[in-house]
């Protein structure tokens, strides 16, 4: 086993877990997950603080599924997640670290699939329920038994949970679950709700918190670009084409990246190559005295294997994937900018990571600008200038050893010097796309996502908007349900009169409602898909205005 194991293996985790973990190419554990795990393994009740994307699914997943007893056929653990996609991805991640644990069994609950599939299974002996809290309660309903088994309960991202409007539920929750439980809650912000929480349903919890001290970084130009995930080789490669760098590291979170980005960019005709864990402590210094001597222009590392790499090459840092926490980000990034020269740092953020990238700003107390993708003109033009400076010097001498040649060789085919040179650069070129058509078919263009949550601002513009911008779709966030009512501005209805019926009838925060939009004769509100239809059925005979709401989930096709 290599030497940087050593961080998960100290860690006391079951060694089916551990071995699970190295599976999948974990090399250490985070920061969250270096304090909350032996707090977790111990039983203790515990409040986590951090920010998205610094691994906190790993951080309760490890310690709990080492704790399970897998002879036992019935709910051990309970995860509460705010949204149904984070259910299937915390549930998708228990799977994955449970792979060498035969007999565990992994259910999620979220609204919107039958209920009946989902009982059955927890009866059946699902260990762990991974689970969004309204779909949740509607189980409690048919069966108020199926948590009288739990002795691990995780309120993963509780602060979105309550902005959603699950209070009520969390209660409802609390209650089915014998008291002896153990008890974990993770939240990026801890307000005065969830400190509330806290001290009712939590028992002596210890706090753990990834503290965000500033740092100071010079003489680094910082960018970001946002991406979907899916999408990051081709935003890689567009951007090499643009940034003039001489050495270059990119940052990935797993060996397996590694390995499969280094290969991309060699298929490209980069030298670049991976720097993992995995690989041999003299492998790992012929990589880099490549990288010091120009054999190789990119590395492709995780954060361990990188560690003490001291290159003055380097001219930029790519974080190809988002760093766990903004001190790893610094780290990353002072890879470059060394000697007093300047260094680019480029940093990709997925639309989930934004939050991650407003603390990376606070934290170094510098704005990390946005950039584009290049379009095909950027790429083309990049490429022509390349050419041009590769050609350049050559030509001063060129004419006096080749010149001869020349005029034999275009009297012999017959044909000009300017078709001779164009054969000659076709050659040079090697097929590389050189015209805005070609780039164009090459590399189709990698869309940039659209903000996702529009500002108060941009709603109320596009009430008076233009009919364009009134049937281009507005992305709905995440967890949220689009519903709609017949009361509309001939009715005399103002946004503020559906925002005040619904917060008092519904019972909602104001954070659990989203926007809200008044046209002529009907609105759109934008409300919590969990628990929708309860919601729905408590409204059923508010009145706004004096004329019934008659709220109704809207789909657009
Ligand atoms: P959070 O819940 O804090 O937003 P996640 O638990 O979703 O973060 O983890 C974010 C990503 O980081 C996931 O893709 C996960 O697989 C990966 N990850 C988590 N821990 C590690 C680790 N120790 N090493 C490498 N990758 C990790
Ligand atoms: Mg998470």
């Known amino acids: ?290 990288l010091k001597d120009g054999r190789l222009d990119i590395v492709v590392a995780t954060d361990v294997a990188a560690r003490g790499l001291d290159v003055p090459r380097i001219t930029h840092v790519m974080n190809v994937d988002m760093p766990y926490d903004p001190e790893s980000y610094v780290h990353r990034i002072g890879r470059t900018g060394r000697a007093g020269r300047t260094g680019r740092a480029l940093l990709l953020v997925t639309p989930r990571e934004r939050r991650m990238l407003q603390v990376i700003e606070r934290v170094t107390g510098q704005k990390v600008s946005e950039v584009r993708l290049p379009d095909g003109q950027q790429v083309l033009d990049a490429r022509i200038k390349k050419l041009t400076s590769s050609l350049a010097p050559l030509v001063a001498d060129a004419e006096a050893s080749h010149g001869e040649l020349l005029d034999r060789l275009t009297a012999e085919i017959g044909c000009s010097p300017r078709a001779l040179a164009a054969a000659l650069l076709r050659k040079a070129t090697n097929g590389q796309a050189l015209t805005l058509a070609e780039v164009e078919r090459e590399q189709p263009l990698v869309p940039t996502s659209a903000p996702r949550e529009r500002s108060e601002r941009s709603s109320e513009r596009s009430d008076r908007g233009d009919s364009r911008e009134r049937r281009a779709p507005v992305p709905l966030a995440e967890g949220r349900a689009r519903c709609r009512t017949a009361l509309g501005a001939r009715d005399g209805i103002a946004a503020k009169n559906l925002l005040g019926a619904i917060l008092n009838e519904g019972g909602l925060v104001r954070e659990a409602i989203g926007r809200i939009q008044v046209r002529e004769s009907f609105s759109l509100v934008e409300l919590p898909e969990d628990g929708l239809e309860r919601l729905l059925s408590k409204l059923k005979d508010t009145r706004v205005g004096g004329k019934p709401l008659k709220l109704r989930r809207y789909r657009e096709d």
């Open 1 to 290: 086993m290599t030497q940087v194991l050593d961080g998960f293996a100290a860690l006391d985790l079951h060694p089916n877990i551990l071995a699970a973990v190295i599976a999948t190419g974990y090399e250490e554990p985070s920061a969250i997950q270096l304090q909350a795990i032996p707090v977790i393994l111990a039983g203790h009740d515990m409040i986590g603080q951090a920010q998205t994307g610094t691994g906190k699914t790993a951080a309760f997943a490890l310690p709990i599924l080492s704790r399970i007893d897998v002879s036992k056929r019935q709910p051990q653990a309970l995860i509460l997640a705010p949204t149904r996609e984070l259910a299937l991805q915390v549930a998708t991640a228990f799977e994955t670290y449970a792979k060498q644990m035969p007999g565990l069994n992994v259910i999620a609950v979220y609204g919107g699939a039958p209920m009946g599939p989902q009982l059955k299974a927890i009866r059946n002996g699902a260990q762990v329920v991974v689970a969004t809290p309204g779909r949740l309660v509607d189980h409690l309903r048919r069966d108020e038994k199926v948590l009288s088994t739990i002795q691990h309960l995780v309120l993963d991202e509780a602060d979105e949970m309550l902005k959603l409007g699950f209070m009520d539920d969390l209660e409802v929750i609390f209650k089915a679950m014998p008291e002896t439980r153990q008890t974990v809650l993770f939240s990026a912000t801890l307000p005065h709700s969830i400190r509330t929480i806290a001290e009712k349903h939590l028992r002596d919890p210890k706090h753990v918190r990834i503290e965000t001290k500033t740092q100071t970084v010079t003489a680094i130009e910082q960018a970001h670009l946002l991406v979907h995930a899916d999408q990051k080789h081709a935003a890689v490669l567009r951007l090499l084409e643009v940034e003039e760098f001489d050495a270059l590291i990119a940052f990935v979170r797993t060996k397996q990246a590694t390995l499969d980005l280094a290969a991309v960019l060699e298929a490209r005709g980069y030298k670049a190559a991976a720097l993992n864990g995995d690989i041999a402590q003299n492998q790992r210094e012929r990589v880099i005295e490549s």
